[in-house]
């Protein structure tokens, strides 16, 4: 049970010991008068601490604070200045109980703000299970109660506290509101068709129009619908959200939010595989919400999906939008721009390099290198880049580049290698195996060079060309198989 101490003011210490000593006369004058003896102060009277029963009968755990000390004996409560009368003094018990009742409330919303979720708990069962609390209160601990586990993390347990209120109060004015949260938890939990069918009971509850709240009524069925598709989304049942979401598009939203169902339209036939619808709905998304939040990664999906078409060139060039990324838009949220450049950039270059297009993975990694100086970032893509021109047989460019790995993970002062990140170490190494491999190259390119050179030093002569091979078995000669 929590307990609250309130401040200790010398008033409230005079009125306890005045309430204290009426109680020890009136006690004794009830003995006197069952003894027949004058109901005076018994000579040795114990002190107040031992009469724990007078004592909890008058004072409780709102209005008693621990630390305020007890009479020693009868005569130093006796002997306390008089207070006012009791008509005119104030009623600190029902006072404070109704600060209690309220504060309980209050502590159990501050709790669940700071995250003690268990204390929170305490505090609203403690008002959910006393009887002297109205009804309203126990509307408020049953409601914060929800909202609690929700925050938890223990939806099942917020489901039943949302459902019991739903039950117990369905006059409430907030019942639509609470269905919405109902089936947000319910999604959560993975219970999708229930939560579908909460949210479907929020479009209905708003048919019943009040006089008043009229906006608000109207704002909570719009939201229950984008609450539906994405219900749909999460499911996996992406025909039927990119349908939902498409619908949305028409009904008079914010613009943030119509720019949302339009690109969770686009996302929803990207999943579904469809490429095609997924390419025209993303080219209408970026033309008309060029400053949405959504646009980097349209126009991720837009590259990938023109790969998948295996529209190369649409897709390089959309991969080339991102990349450039005007810096008009790159400054609202460059994390999010430099997020999806990456990973957009990381991924075309990667599928052209897997598949052999050297010439445009090049480029793009090339644009790559460009976005950061970062040495965790620029090193692992300059090595790509040296082994896709070293593939397109440009030697010098490709000895470049892997001197400049090599260059960048040596400190710069004594040209000894500096002590780096074993990532750092391990792209070096590899360089070095790189310049190596070049130099073999050259050198046996040069040897072969040497040996079928056709050049006879015969009087003077040269440049003759050598006799033709003769195949003893006399077949025609075949051109080579393709790699």
Known sequence: MIQRLLPVSPARIAWSALVASVIVVSLAARIGATTGEHPGVPEAAAPPAAQTEPAAV????????????????????????????????????????????????????????????????????????????????????????????????????????????????????????????????????????????????????????????????????????????????????????????????LLDLAPADRARAHFKSAYAQFLDSDFEGAVITLRNFLDQWTDDEHVPEARYLLATALRRLNRTQEALAATFDLLRGEQSRTAGDPKLWIYWQRRTGNQLANEFFMAGDNLNALAIYQKLAALSPD???????????????????????????????????????????????????????????????????????????????????????VGVAPPPFHDPAGSPPTAPKPL
């Open 58 to 249: 008058v004072t409780t755990a709102a209005s008693a604070p621990a630390e305020v000390p007890a009479p020693a004996t009868v005569e130093a409560a006796v002997a306390v200045p008089p207070a006012p009368s009791p008509e005119s003094a104030p009623q600190p018990t029902r006072a404070n109980a109704a600060k209690e009742k309220h504060g309980l409330l209050k502590l159990g919303a501050s709790l669940t703000e700071r995250g003690d979720y268990t204390a929170a708990e305490i505090a609203y069962r403690q008002v959910l299970n006393s009887a002297e609390f109205s009804l309203a209160d126990q509307k408020e601990a049953l409601l914060g109660l929800a909202i609690m586990f929700r925050r938890q993390g223990t939806l099942s347990k917020a489901a039943g506290a949302y459902e019991k209120f739903l039950k117990e109060f369905p006059d409430d004015e907030r019942v639509p509101d609470l269905m919405l949260d109902l089936g947000r938890t319910q999604r959560a939990m993975g219970a999708y068709r229930l939560a579908i069918k909460q949210f479907y009971s929020v479009i209905n509850s708003t048919l019943k129009l009040p006089p008043q709240g009229f906006d608000h009524y109207e704002l909570l069925a719009k939201t229950a619908q984008f609450e539906i598709a994405e219900t749909h989304f999460e499911a996996g049942e992406f025909p039927d959200a990119s349908k939902y979401f498409s619908r949305l598009r």
């Open 375 to 461: 040495p965790a970032w620029r090193l692992p893509v300059t090595y790509q880049i040296a082994v896709c021109q070293e593939r397109l047989h440009q030697i010098q460019q490709a000895r470049a580049s892997y001197q400049a790995i090599i260059d960048a993970t040596k400190d710069n002062a004594n040209g000894k290698a500096a002590a780096p990140n074993p990532e750092f170490a391990e792209l070096a190494r590899m360089a070095v195996w790189g310049l190596a491999q070049l130099d073999w190259c050259d050198q046996t390119a040069a040897q072969l060079n040497h040996v079928f050179q056709p050049i006879y030093t015969q009087a003077g002569a």
